[in-house]
Structures are given as C-alpha cells and as structure tokens.
C-alpha cells in the first residue's frame, strides 16, 4: 500500500492586493505556505479547506474558484506520503483579526504552542511574492497558476 496525504490551502488576497502567506516551524523545521492543511478521512475538500482557515486563522472563506492540483510526485518533506495538493482561490466571509506581521518567522512568544508547531502570518504584495519566498513546491507552481488568472 502507498500512502497518500490529500493537502488543500486557499490562495486569498485582501482588498490591499496582498496575499496571506503562514510562516511555520515545526519539529526544528520551517517553511512558509499559504494557509491550508490536510485533508482529514470523511471530508471533502472545500469541507476541509473552510475548517482550516477556520482553526489556522479564525475566520470563515469562501472558495472562489479552482487555481491548480498538484500534477507531478512530490513525497512529504516530514515522512514517506505522496504529498497530493489542491489550491483554491478563497475570499473572506468574516472579519480578519489574526496577528499578521511584516517580517518571516516573527512567532508571537506568548502564543500557547500545540504540537511544538508555531505560526505566524503575514501579508504580501500581490507582485512582490515570488516562488522562492514559498518554502514547496507545489505551492510554488500554485502561485504562479494563480499570477496567469490574474493577468
């Protein structure tokens, strides 16, 4: 049996034309992504990518449209899973009040810690974010779908 780790993440821009990147550290590892995560048994995926951004940011989306599934193998960075992703445009349907910041990996000290995982959130200019300050793959080729929508 191969195991295959379903991920979705949402691609949102605010009304500033900047987009939500999650800076994360976990396990002496980090890496920045949009916001998203796995897929959990029993759910869909627009299920699962509204109850992400609703436990990662506290506030409700909706999927405005399809931007790219991973189409190539990409294994896992954190075990032997074949990392499959699904991006989505996202809009807010709720008011954003997460702590966002300018500068990467700027972790709220005071911040309870689940997991040993830290996260922090900043917004981006739309045409400043370039793939190298995405941390994968899959996300690097998901921007760039997502900047040929755009144009």
Avoid at 52 to 63: L, R
Avoid at 84 to 94: A, C, L, M
Avoid at 127 to 147: G, M, N, R, V
């Amino acid at each position: 049996m191969f195991p295959f780790n379903v991920r979705v993440y949402g691609i949102l821009i605010n009304e500033k034309e900047e987009v939500l990147i999650s800076d994360e550290r976990t396990e002496n590892v980090s890496f920045t992504k949009f916001p998203g995560g796995g897929l959990e048994y029993g759910e869909g995926l627009l299920e699962a990518l509204i109850r992400e951004y609703q436990e990662e940011c506290a506030f409700d989306i909706d999927v405005v449209k399809h931007i790219y599934t991973t189409d190539f193998y990409e294994k896992s960075s954190f075990n032997d899973s074949q990392i499959i992703s699904i991006y989505y445009q996202v809009k807010n349907t709720s008011t954003i009040q997460i702590r966002t910041t300018t500068k990467a990996f700027d972790f709220d000290l005071d911040q309870k810690v689940e997991d040993n995982k830290r996260q922090s959130f900043r917004w981006v200019p739309l045409h400043t974010l370039s793939i190298e300050d995405l941390t994968f793959k899959t996300d690097q080729i998901a921007w760039l779908e997502f900047l040929k929508t755009i144009k």
